[in-house]
């Protein structure tokens, strides 16, 4: 007997993403359940090679359902995730709802998933920032390495983390930059076209924004308290797939070469890193597929002991779905579900 899985904001651009990488990893799955608001009641959505209805949240009863993959905001996580986790569901949530909560595991399974343990004191489990996913998988194995003491990190965020609307903001500029149609920011607070925007969510007292602040506290979170980390996230005109420059100085000595072997071999990480020309990974490689790809490895002379690298990874999959469904298959296959039978 397999699991029953609801999906909390199946007609989003993550949750769409999540129905399909479930049928495409083929997870322990009998039923599949969309939700979403009432407005969305009754459109149709695809799962693998079916189409399924989406059903309303607000009337759905979680008291037989194993485990709820939830991509539909902040607001509604913190409304809905602990009334779905009561009734015995585990939820596994993609907003910034839970992530900073100390009974909520915080989890990337390259990376941390001997800590998803901790889920059942409050049976809600957080993702991930998507810029913060990639970064901590090409961390990780660095960071044991040779300890990496300070991290600084420049995100080029595709618009697809500000969701649908942010997408269509983007192709709808862009045409009317080429047919001189006025244009008019709605989504991004400037012209995202032909344009870059250092400012991803709300500014804080201290001048970062709220997405540079999840970066430094989740990077914490999940790798290492005592690792200083400093970020500046900007938005480009990019669909899909962010990429980070991130130099990091380590307490120990690795060189270029030891990084590329380190990482070569590292759960969920792939190595394309030719000095030549497009020796490297662009966004547009990298949308579509699983792995946090990791290029431009080079030894920073300006510090002791100190590397360069350029990241890239599909934000909608390793950055938010994909995670969120390796989590549900780290649950199952440690035996810490406990499956629900319908009463």
């Known amino acids: 007997?397999?699991?029953?899985?609801?999906?909390?904001?199946?007609?989003?651009?993550?949750?769409?993403?999540?129905?399909?990488?479930?049928?495409?990893?083929?997870?322990?799955?009998?039923?599949?359940?969309?939700?979403?608001?009432?407005?969305?009641?009754?459109?149709?959505?695809?799962?693998?090679?079916?189409?399924?209805?989406?059903?309303?949240?607000?009337?759905?009863?979680?008291?037989?359902?194993?485990?709820?993959?939830?991509?539909?905001?902040?607001?509604?996580?913190?409304?809905?995730?602990?009334?779905?986790?009561?009734?015995?569901?585990?939820?596994?949530?993609?907003?910034?709802?839970?992530?900073?909560?100390?009974?909520?595991?915080?989890?990337?399974?390259?990376?941390?998933?001997?800590?998803?343990?901790?889920?059942?004191?409050?049976?809600?489990?957080?993702?991930?920032?998507?810029?913060?996913?990639?970064?901590v998988v090409a961390l990780k194995p660095l960071h044991d390495a040779a300890k990496i003491k300070r991290c600084v990190v420049s995100t080029y965020q595709s618009v697809s983390g500000g969701g649908k609307d942010a997408m269509d903001e983007l192709f709808e500029q862009t045409r009317a930059i080429f047919v001189n149609d006025p244009i008019e920011p709605k989504k991004f607070t400037k012209r995202i076209a032909f344009n870059l925007i250092p400012h991803i969510d709300v500014f804080?007292?201290?001048?970062?924004?709220?997405?540079?602040?999840?970066?430094?506290?989740?990077?914490?979170?999940?790798?290492d308290p005592a690792i200083k980390v400093t970020c500046t996230a900007v938005r480009v005109p990019v669909f899909v797939s962010h990429s980070e420059s991130v130099n990091l100085e380590f307490e120990n000595p690795i060189s270029a070469d030891e990084a590329r072997d380190i990482l070569r071999e590292a759960p969920g990480c792939l190595v394309v890193d030719k000095q030549e020309d497009g020796g490297y990974v662009t966004p547009y490689e990298a949308t579509g597929e699983d792995a946090t790809y990791i290029s431009r490895?080079?030894?920073?002379?300006?510090?002791?002991?100190?590397?360069?690298?350029?990241?890239?990874?599909?934000?909608?999959?390793?950055?938010?779905?994909?995670?969120?469904?390796q989590i549900a298959e780290v649950l199952v296959n440690r035996r810490l579900l406990k499956k629900q039978t319908a009463a």
Request: net charge negative.
């Open 1 to 135: 007997m397999g699991y029953k899985v609801a999906v909390v904001g199946a007609t989003g651009n993550v949750g769409r993403e999540i129905l399909g990488i479930l049928a495409e990893r083929q997870f322990d799955a009998d039923q599949v359940i969309p939700l979403a608001s009432r407005r969305s009641q009754g459109t149709e959505v695809s799962y693998g090679d079916k189409t399924l209805k989406v059903k309303a949240l607000d009337n759905y009863d979680f008291s037989d359902t194993d485990i709820c993959l939830m991509s539909a905001g902040g607001d509604i996580s913190k409304e809905w995730a602990p009334k779905i986790a009561a009734q015995g569901c585990v939820v596994i949530d993609n907003s910034s709802a839970w992530r900073y909560d100390a009974d909520v595991p915080l989890i990337v399974p390259e990376v941390n998933a001997d800590a998803i343990v901790g889920f059942s004191k409050k049976n809600i489990i957080a993702n991930p920032n998507c810029s913060t996913a990639q970064l």
């Open 204 to 223: 804080m007292e201290d001048g970062y924004t709220k997405e540079e602040w999840k970066v430094l506290a989740e990077t914490k979170k999940m790798l």
């Open 297 to 325: 490895i080079r030894e920073d002379a300006t510090v002791e002991n100190g590397l360069n690298l350029w990241v890239v990874s599909d934000n909608l999959r390793k950055g938010a779905a994909l995670n969120a469904v």
